[in-house]
């Protein structure tokens, strides 16, 4: 099977300091370090399962920066035969239509069986590349997988719908799948693996290369354009149980049935 | 098949020269998790040489009990290296990409925030507020580096030892830096869980910020640190541990300990401070110039310590089910030595044995104390806070 996989290269920001920037459209990082997004950690290591049960071919691809090359490499060492990443000084502050437009462009006319990405990316959070990729794509597709089965050469979805809840939706190949977490457990990726992997090669291709102009990227090329970030408001106040604790259990209790949705 | 190679391939029973182990089991009897864990050193040993399928040996989870604390390697009369065999299956399974989640966690924060507590470079320096700890990167430099390490650095617990330290070394005058917010992790836990490619960048790193600051001294307050600069690095510079650096400075007549402490107290020798680097008697001798503090030794107290199970990566990976823990066991033998407190000088003991405290019901009657907050409560200004700094 001849499969694609898409990833992005996001900042950790469990520990660090958000700031809106000073044009109030972009959040401000500081000296978070970069990180491949989460879902797509997910959607690399279903890839290279898939890969290791059928054989063939996993091709990893990248919209971004040379320093976002080390989600490239990550997928090199775990088992993907070629990377792709494509950049341009057009591409900044695209939203997901333009990314899809420049994925899409990147595969080209090769013959891919599945396409995998992550359901959403921890950043922007969309939640719409995979999609739009299968659009401009013209195959079928399932987002929020979280279960995936191949049944007489046509892909057998399972996505996570609420409250524990699932729908299964059968796809002809090609087709194109969006990653929830959880579907499987990523692999470690060793410094070792991934120093052997800087032997193979990266393919950089700028918007010339995938036949696309400016006007149709970036900025320019978005539907969608970012108008003001905000942090959010502040909350209430925790709220703390006091009491013996039986009593404190059966509080916790009373309030997750109530509010929590989780018992 | 083939039997167990190494990442490079060179097979394991003849790098390691297997085929001389006796069969004696000294390395087994004297595992400090062989009474709970499936591990047993004998049987890996054994095994490496004559099981034709070397992959059935990396599937082996119970590598992951290991707490590396190289019982088995200094009792085997053939000098053999049964805690290095362990270590490299645990390569092994990390080339391999299956290891515990929580390993995995703590090895990729490691990569990516230069400590394995998943905690922000920049918040490296906080346990030092409002002590005057110098540091390079304020341009205070010295030919000696206090390596202050993640535990302490960023633990909330540890993070008292680290302040203990820095106001005794300020009572004594003692001259020194730190790296500030530009310290890494030593490697020390990184190499024993098995990531040897992780362990050469942190040493790298390490190595050239020595280097660059004409480091001549360094001093650590991790037992786990002081392994790695002098063992797994090779540092030509001497690299002692703060109990040492403290002993030296009570024998030069320099840190007045003068309030009472009174304590009843045994103890408890890190491996990675007693039997890897030989420092036993620096802290006893910090101990005895405490006024007021008497030393009970535990039965197993020296060499013969019993490992708290925090060494060899196991702070990032679970316990082993049932069973005893042998921190528990440590604080139960505590109590029964009538002492008010266990002492000790490592912050993963430290936190081990703090947590045994709790599970066996012991929080109200023993105290766990590092012996850098047991010297420094005998300093004539015991506040531990900003103001005592304005005062003096």
Known sequence: MNLAVFVKQVPDTAEADLVVAADGRSVRTGDAPLQLNEWDRFALEEAVLWKERTGGALTAFLVGPEEHEDALRRCLAVGADRAVRVWDPALPGQGPCAVARVLRA??????????????????????????????????????????????????????????????????????????????????????????????????????????????????AGSRLRVEAFAPPPAGREAEFLEGPPDAVARQVVDLLREKGGVL | MARLADIDGNPVAERYELTACLQCGRCTGGCPV??????????????????????ALVARDEVWDCTACRTCSDRCPRELDPAAVIREIRTLKIEGGRIPTTAMDALESTLKHGNPWGRSRRRRTQWAEGLPVPSVEDGQESDRLWFVGCTPAYDPRCQAMARALARLFHAAGYAYTTLGT??????????????????????????????????????????????????????????????????????????????????????????????????????????????????????????RSLCCEGGGGRMWLEGLGEGERNAQRRVRDAADLGVDAVVTACPFCLLTLEDARKTTGLEDTLEIVDLAELAARALDDPADGPGEEERS
């Open chain 2, 182 to 303: 530009e310290e890494v992790c030593c490697g020390s836990e990184v190499l024993r869980l098995g990531e040897l490619g992780l362990f050469e960048e942190l040493l790298e790193t390490n190595r050239e910020a020595l280097q660059g600051l004409e480091i001549r001294e360094v001093v650590t307050t991790s037992p786990h640190c002081l392994t790695a600069f002098r063992t797994d690095y090779g540092l030509e510079i001497p690299v002692r541990h703060a109990s040492q650096a403290v002993a030296d400075l009570l024998d030069a007549g320099r840190l007045p300990l003068v309030r009472q402490a009174p304590l009843r107290v045994a103890f408890h020798d890190p491996c990675y401070l007693g039997r890897q680097s030989g420092v036993y008697d620096a802290p006893r001798r910090v101990l005895a110039a405490v006024p007021g503090v008497e030393l009970v030794e535990f039965d197993r107290c020296r060499e």
């Open chain 2, 34 to 55: 062989g009474l709970r864990s499936p591990l047993n050193s004998r049987r890996l040993l054994y095994e490496a040489v004559v099981r034709e399928d070397g992959d």
């Open chain 1, 106 to 219: 990147a595969v080209g006319d090769e013959p891919y069986d599945l396409f995998l990405c992550g359901a959403q990316a921890a950043d922007d959070g969309f939640g719409l590349v995979g999609p739009l990729l299968a659009g401009e794509l013209g195959i079928p597709s399932a987002t929020l997988v979280n279960r995936l089965e191949l049944q007489d050469g046509r892909v057998r979805c399972t996505r996570e719908l609420e409250a524990g809840w699932g729908e299964v939706v059968d796809l002809d190949l090609p087709a194109l799948v969006t990653i929830q977490t959880g579907i499987n457990e990523p692999r470690y990726v060793s410094i070792l693996g991934i120093r052997k992997a800087r032997k193979k090669p990266i393919d950089l291709l700028g918007l010339g290369d995938v036949g696309l102009d400016d006007r149709r990227v970036g900025e």
